[in-house]
């Protein structure tokens, strides 16, 4: 099994739709929870962090972790097509320990 | 303005080569990292540092070198013992994981 696991996609969706990206996780030492989006032939960007369980809203973007079923979310409202993106999760334990990355889900948003 | 830097954008190395790729921040962070991205392969740590002149192999080093002799630069050398070092290489600084990854624009590597 996979540290973190995370559906590939791609995901194409209307404009306007409500998207709901998904990553479960093995490893119960993980504490802080990201989500980074990804324009085509670019670096990462930094969207959504998030400390142990809960949620955290920004904009059109909510991200929710449940650390007792090892699963986090993030939810899309009013998607844009400026939304098309590729959407990675990453997570972390305390400590030095690199990031570890789920492998991305790639989102298209139909105008 | 503060960032991470990469160069080049794109670089073309010949069979039985060695190119060296550019990372360079001015964010002033302690720790930095270097990821090989395949197409549905997501990211794969190359090599991280923490701490100058100290760097610790990913789950992909081999065929890698890295040095880290300034807090700045985190320079990536791919070398002839690659054998499939066709990717985009992003390089990432941060002041600690849990505070989240910088990443650089990236730079795509052919062989030709």
């Known amino acids: 099994q996979k540290e973190v696991e995370q559906d590939p996609g791609p995901l194409s969706v209307p404009e306007g739709a409500i998207v709901s990206l998904n990553c479960t996780y093995s490893?119960?030492?993980?504490?802080?929870f990201m989500w980074y989006r990804q324009y085509s032939r670019k670096g990462p960007e930094l969207l959504m962090y998030t400390y142990s369980s809960g949620n955290k809203e920004d904009g059109r973007f909510t991200a929710q972790v449940d650390k007792s079923s090892k699963y986090i979310s993030l939810f899309i409202r009013d998607s844009q097509p400026s939304d098309s993106a590729t959407y990675l999760c990453?997570?972390?334990?305390?400590?030095?320990?690199?990031?570890?990355f789920g492998k991305g889900t790639r989102l298209s948003v139909i105008a | 303005d503060g960032g991470i830097t990469q160069s080049p954008k794109y670089l073309f190395r010949k069979e039985g080569q060695n190119v060296t790729l550019s990372c360079e921040q001015n964010?002033?962070?302690?720790?930095m990292y270097w990821y090989r991205q395949d197409p549905g392969q997501g990211l794969r740590l190359i090599y991280y540092?923490?701490?100058?002149?100290?760097?610790q192999k990913g789950d992909i080093a081999e065929g890698y070198s890295v040095s880290r002799e300034k807090k700045e630069s985190f320079p990536l050398t791919v070398t002839s013992a690659q054998k499939n070092p066709t990717a985009f290489y992003l390089c990432?600084?941060?002041?600690?994981?849990?505070?989240?990854?910088?990443f650089g624009s990236g730079t795509r590597l052919t062989v030709v």
């Open positions: 990453a997570m972390s334990s305390a400590g030095n320990t690199p990031l570890v």
């Open positions: 990432a600084s941060s002041t600690g994981p849990s505070y989240g990854y910088t």
């Open positions: 540092s923490q701490i100058v002149n100290d760097f």
């Open positions: 964010l002033n962070h302690d720790a």
């Open positions: 490893n119960s030492a993980f504490q802080y």
